[in-house]
C-alpha cells in the first residue's frame, strides 16, 4: 500500500429541503454569481426556480449559461470563462449532473488565466487559481459534486479528456435525492454504470489496499446492484434514490483510491468512444466491462474476480475460483444487460470497426496502460471487437 494524503474539504447539504442553505452559503463567496445547467429539465422541474429564489435572498446579481451537453465541450468552457471575466464573476453556480459541474470546474479555472481552456487538456496547463465552485446535484453518476475531476470533450480534434485538480473541488455541494426523482430510467440505468465502474477501476487495482477499503466497495457494489432497479421501477423512491447519490460521491472522492495506483482502464478506453460517437458515458461503460474482465481474467488475477464474485454477487465461495470467477463476470452482464437494460454491443448504439485502431492507440497514449492488468493498443482493439 501507498502513501497517501486525503482531504475532502467540500462541504455537503445532504437530504430533502436543504436547498434553503443556499442563500447563506453562497453569499459567503460574493456577490456576482454565474448559474449555469443543461438542457433546461430544471425549469420543468422547478428547481430552477427555487435556485433563482435562494440567490435573490441573497443579494446575489445573477448572470447564466445553460446548454452545457452531456458530454460537456470546450466551447461551453470558453464562454464561460469569457464570461467571468467579462462580468467580473465571484462565484460559479452548477446545477445538473456531472457534465455541467465538470464544465463549470473548467470555467472556474479558464477564468483565471490569460489562454484558452483547451491548454489545460492539450499541453497540461498548470491550474495555480480558480473562482470558486457550488454544486446542486441532479443526476448520481459522476460524483463531480466531490471531488477535483472534470472531463471535457473537442469535437474539433476528436478528443475527450479528464484531469483532476484539487482546487477545482466544489466548495458545497447540495445533494437532495428527490433531485433525481425526474431523471429517466436510461439515465438512472447509465448513471448507475458509472458508479459501479467508478468503483471497480480501484477495486481491481494493480497493487493491495487497506482490507477494510475493499470491504467498502463491495459493500458500495452490492448496493448499486440492489437499488438501481428499484429507482427505475420507483423514481420516486427516498431510499432507492439517496443510496445512488451518497454512492456516486463516495464511490471517487479519494476515499477508496486512497492507497492505491491510479490506474484505470475502461474510462480511458470510454472516452475514446464518445469523444467521436458522443454516446452517453455510462452505456459505453457498461458495453467495456465485461469485455474487459473476460480479457484480465488469467490464473494470476483470478483471486480477486472471485472475490469480487463470492462478496458482490454471492457466488458460491466453495466454488473452485476460476468457476466463481466467470460466474461473477456473467452476473456482472445480466445487471448491465438485463436488470438496468442497456445496449450489449456496439453495433447497437452504432459503432463500427472503422475506428477501433484509432480509438485503441489514443486510449493507450500509444504505449501501454499501466492498469489492473497492463493494456496495449492490441490488447485495447481485441477487447474493442470483442464488443462489437
Not at 471575466?85 to 470546474?105: F, N, P, Q, R
Not at 466531490?146 to 480534434?157: D, F, H
Request: glycine content about 10%; aromatic content about 10%; overall charge negative.
Amino acid at each position: 500500500m501507498k502513501n497517501f494524503v486525503y482531504s475532502v474539504p467540500t462541504k455537503v447539504y445532504f437530504g430533502e429541503n436543504q436547498l434553503k442553505n443556499l442563500h447563506t452559503e453562497i453569499a459567503a463567496f460574493g456577490k456576482k454569481v454565474l448559474l449555469t445547467y443543461g438542457g433546461g429539465s430544471i425549469k420543468k422541474s422547478g428547481l430552477y426556480d427555487a435556485v433563482k429564489a435562494e440567490l435573490d435572498k441573497a443579494g446575489m446579481t445573477v448572470f447564466e449559461l445553460s446548454g452545457i451537453e452531456p458530454n460537456p465541450r470546450i466551447s461551453s468552457v470558453r464562454k464561460g470563462a469569457e464570461l467571468c471575466k467579462k462580468e467580473g464573476i465571484d462565484v460559479l453556480l452548477a446545477v445538473g449532473g456531472g457534465s455541467t459541474i465538470d464544465a463549470t470546474k473548467w470555467m472556474a479555472a479558464g477564468a483565471c488565466v490569460d489562454h484558452d481552456p483547451w491548454e489545460f487538456f492539450s499541453r497540461w496547463a498548470p491550474v495555480e487559481r480558480a473562482l470558486p465552485v457550488v454544486s446542486v446535484l441532479t443526476l448520481a453518476a459522476t460524483g463531480s459534486e466531490m471531488n477535483g475531476g472534470g472531463v471535457i470533450s473537442n469535437p474539433k480534434t476528436q478528443d475527450k479528456i479528464g484531469r483532476v485538480e484539487s482546487i477545482l473541488r466544489p466548495k458545497v455541494s447540495f445533494l437532495d435525492p428527490t433531485a433525481t426523482y425526474s431523471v429517466s430510467r436510461y439515465q438512472t440505468a447509465c448513471g448507475s454504470a458509472d458508479i459501479f465502474s467508478h468503483i471497480l477501476e480501484v477495486y481491481f487495482a494493480p497493487d493491495k489496499g487497506l482490507d477494510m477499503v475493499d470491504g467498502f466497495m463491495e459493500s458500495m457494489l452490492r448496493s448499486v446492484v440492489k437499488y438501481a432497479p428499484i429507482a427505475m421501477a420507483e423514481p420516486c423512491n427516498y431510499e432507492a434514490r439517496a443510496n445512488l447519490m451518497w454512492e456516486s460521491s463516495w464511490a471517487i472522492n479519494g476515499f477508496v483510491a486512497a492507497g492505491k495506483s491510479h490506474a484505470w482502464s475502461c474510462h480511458p478506453m470510454e472516452h475514446e468512444l464518445s469523444a467521436i460517437y458522443d454516446i452517453t458515458h455510462g452505456l459505453g461503460l457498461a458495453i467495456l466491462t465485461p469485455r474487459w474482465m473476460k480479457h484480465c481474467l488469467s490464473e494470476k488475477t483470478v483471486g480477486r474476480f472471485a472475490q469480487y464474485a463470492v462478496n458482490v454477487f454471492g457466488v458460491n465461495a466453495d466454488m473452485p475460483p476460476m468457476d466463481a470467477a466467470i460466474e461473477g463476470i456473467k452476473r456482472t452482464e445480466k445487471f448491465l444487460f438485463e436488470t438496468l437494460g442497456l445496449d450489449d454491443t456496439f453495433t447497437k448504439v452504432g459503432i463500427g470497426e472503422e475506428n477501433l485502431a484509432l480509438m485503441a492507440n489514443k486510449a493507450c497514449g500509444g504505449g501501454v496502460l499501466p492498469a489492473f492488468v497492463p493494456l496495449s493498443a492490441q490488447d485495447i482493439e481485441s477487447i474493442f471487437r470483442a464488443c462489437l
